[in-house]
Every structure is written in structure tokens, then in C-alpha cells.
């Protein structure tokens, strides 16, 4: 079991950039599938970014693809979510969690979720 927080949240202008951070302990992130996920109100949470234990490989919701880009610090044990060309729509809590097993872009396979970390991006 990971014990995953999330941090780097705040508020910013359409077009401007933020770096989330999913800091990690109990297991190295070297050695764990870590996703970040976003929820609004009264939807259910929707996939963004996972990168894979084995190989940093990464995948990306078609949404985000081009504008996100998911990485891993070993040394510091930390995933983080950099977000760049920020749109209203991006406008969420963001989550990261481990990867278990399935999909990578469900949440059925993920658990050890952090509390999250709450992007608004203004028009």
C-alpha cells in the first residue's frame, strides 16, 4: 500500500500552466503505475495521465493529449502532472492514486487515492 497527497492546485488564467505534484510514501513510485484522474460536481472521476512502474511509460486522455505531460522524480518519490494551455474545462479536483490491475484509464483498477487538489482555470 502507497500513501499518495496531491498538491500544486490553485487558480489561473485560461492559457496559463500548473505542475501537480502526487507525492508518495510506503512504496517507491519507481516501482508503482501512478494515475492522476479529475472530478467536477455530479460527474463521475475522469481519467488524465498514468505513467507505468516499468519503463515510465505514459498514456493520456485524448482530452489533455498535447497540453499534460505526466512524469516521475525517483529521487524525490513523486509524480507529478504538468499542465500547460489550461482551458475552463480543465476546471477540477485532481486526484492521483496507484494502479492495481485492468485499465489504465477506469478507475475500478486504481486504489490508495489521495484527497485531491482543486484546479480552477478562469476565462
Known amino acids: 500500500q502507497v500513501q499518495l497527497v496531491e498538491s500544486g492546485g490553485g487558480l489561473v488564467q485560461a492559457g496559463g500552466s500548473l505542475r501537480l505534484s502526487c507525492a508518495a510514501s510506503g512504496r517507491t513510485v519507481s516501482r508503482a503505475t501512478i494515475g492522476w484522474f479529475r472530478q467536477v460536481p455530479g460527474k463521475e472521476r475522469e481519467f488524465v495521465a498514468t505513467i507505468t512502474w516499468n519503463g515510465g511509460r505514459t498514456y493520456y486522455a485524448e482530452s489533455v493529449k498535447g497540453r499534460f505531460t505526466i512524469s516521475r522524480d525517483d529521487a524525490k518519490n513523486t509524480v507529478f502532472l504538468q499542465m500547460n494551455s489550461l482551458k475552463p474545462e480543465d476546471t477540477a479536483v485532481y486526484y492521483c492514486?496507484?494502479?492495481?490491475?485492468?485499465?489504465?484509464?477506469?478507475?475500478?483498477?486504481?486504489?490508495?487515492w489521495g484527497q485531491g487538489t482543486q484546479v480552477t482555470v478562469s476565462s
Open positions: 492514486a496507484q494502479h492495481y490491475y485492468g485499465s489504465y484509464s477506469t478507475t475500478r483498477g486504481y486504489a490508495d
